[in-house]
């Protein structure tokens, strides 16, 4: 398995809800209560405390993250973050920034913000918003890649950033995304 970025980023096809980290982030929606895809296997994996926890959270915006426990997962935290839905019929062109793109961005970076404040050592990502939300995975790649990679040059409690993937496909997708972008450096 490629590490990348000194070996303190990972890509791993894996489930979430195993792996043994500070926190994970949840691909949440903007109740916070629970759905399909990663956000139903966190809160299943996590226990019915954190269903109690998100609904005295009030909900949360696109682009925003909130935090709770982790009860009965292996990670102490869970970074709620919602991301954006994908609504456009096709992408924009090469180098053009769509409004999803700053939201998914923020999810990111905002997370990465939260695991230092909180000194955390390690985080684990979901590729958030390409489930359902419909956010073209290479796409969502090159913005989590450069969030990380921005976060890790200037986060120093941070050591270890798991990028988790659904399938291997979406982790070989994800290898691909960051050997190019990190062949710009």
């Not at 990663?38 to 959270?57: F, K, N, Q, S």
């Not at 839905?85 to 923020?106: S, Y």
Request: charged content about 25%; aromatic content about 6%; proline content about 6%.
């Amino acid at each position: 398995m490629p590490s990348f970025l000194d070996g303190r980023l990972e890509i791993l096809h894996a489930d979430i809800t195993r792996l043994e980290v500070d926190a994970i982030v949840n691909a949440a929606n903007p109740t916070l209560l629970g759905g399909g895809g990663v956000d139903g296997a966190i809160h299943r994996a996590a226990g019915p405390e954190l269903l109690a926890e998100c609904r005295t959270l009030g909900g949360a915006r696109p682009g925003e993250v909130k935090v709770t426990g982790g009860y009965r997962l292996p990670a102490r935290f869970v970074f709620h973050a919602v991301g954006p839905v994908w609504r456009r019929e096709e992408e924009p062109a090469p180098g053009e920034e769509a409004p999803e793109d700053r939201i998914l961005a923020r999810c990111y970076g905002e997370s990465l913000r939260l695991a230092a404040e909180r000194e955390l050592a390690s985080l684990a990502f979901p590729a958030i918003s390409t489930g359902v939300y419909g956010f073209p995975k290479a796409r969502a790649a090159r913005i989590a890649l450069a969030q990380v990679r921005e976060g890790l040059s200037r986060l120093e409690p941070l050591r270890r950033v798991i990028l988790c993937c659904f399938s291997e496909a979406d982790q070989a997708l994800q290898e691909r995304e960051a050997a190019a972008l990190l062949a710009l450096r």
